[in-house]
């Protein structure tokens, strides 16, 4: 694997913050008013409703476009194929030299762009990403069993996804839907670039209940590249949530966790379950 380097940004930069959103009704007015108070102000936003949401999300991001210049709304009236389908179609749209990629659950500090610019702009690779992400919601149980905090980078230091990046770059390697759950792995996958990160403050709005949780463990069950692992699992799936619930207290012991985390764990295990059958027997 190997980090690329990228061309070095004169000046500032116009930069396009694409955010793909399906259902985002709690959470897309948060994200965008994160990024209409970055410090960096040479910047649009380009939300991408994907897939015909069951809720306000386009209306939200309609309302912004009208009342803010540089935020304008998409959708795409199609089946919802992941994240990286509305990114695709927001780069291809966006105006910018850096294309941003955004989740509609995550919530960006005011010094995020001109933090991250400053990296990107030394030409030391192609994107970047944030060190870590911290959970926003996590006084939820659901919440924080998702995670506290997740870093992004890995033993080496580096990352296979990025959020800044040099437009043209991407332009030329879209995102593949068909990964689903990895599919802002895709130029990684196939190429083997890695990104550098950067001290970026970024929170994430973790999975709240058992509906939400169930719904993204089986988004990342149909994702699963290896199905048959996780269907060899099932005789031993006690020992597995046993297992992630040690793994997981030792990272954040909390005591409710001691009983919570067994059952969470379970709830996850049966989703990814279900959909890596689906795969097996289509």
């Known amino acids: ?50 897939g015909n949401s069951k809720d306000r999300t386009l209306e939200i991001a309609q309302e912004f476009a009208k009342q803010y210049a540089q935020v304008r709304a998409f959708s795409i009236p199609r089946v919802q194929k992941g994240p990286g389908n509305a990114w695709n179609f927001g780069v291809r749209k966006a105006k910018g030299q850096i294309v941003m990629i955004c989740g509609a659950d995550l919530v960006y500090s005011k010094d995020y762009i001109k933090k991250g610019i400053e990296v990107l702009r030394t030409g030391k690779s192609i994107g970047i990403i944030h060190k870590e992400e911290k959970c926003n919601n996590l006084k939820n149980w659901w919440a924080r069993a998702f995670f506290y905090k ?31 759950y990895a599919d802002d792995q895709t130029i990684y996958l196939t190429e083997g670039t890695e990104f550098m990160g950067a001290d970026l403050l970024v929170g994430h709005t973790n999975p709240a209940s058992f509906e939400d949780t169930w719904d993204h463990s089986k988004w990342v069950g149909r994702s699963m590249r290896k199905p048959w692992n996780i269907v060899l699992v099932l005789p031993l799936f006690p020992l597995y949530s046993m297992y992630k619930t040690l793994r997981h207290l030792t990272s954040d012991f909390y005591i409710p966790f001691i009983f919570f985390l067994p059952i969470y764990y379970s709830i996850r295990y049966f989703a990814y379950f279900i959909e890596s059958v689906k795969i097996l027997v289509k």
């Open 150 to 180: 997740r870093d992004s980078l890995n033993e080496n230091g580096l990352s296979k996804v990025f959020s800044l990046i040099d437009k043209e770059y991407v332009l030329k390697r879209p995102f593949n839907s068909e990964l689903g």
């Open 1 to 50: 694997m190997s980090l690329l380097k990228g061309k070095r940004f004169k000046g500032s930069p116009l930069v396009s913050a694409v955010i793909a959103a399906h259902n985002e009704e709690s959470h897309i007015a948060i994200c965008i008013n994160s990024l209409l108070a970055q410090q960096y102000k040479k910047l649009e936003i380009l939300v991408v409703e994907n």
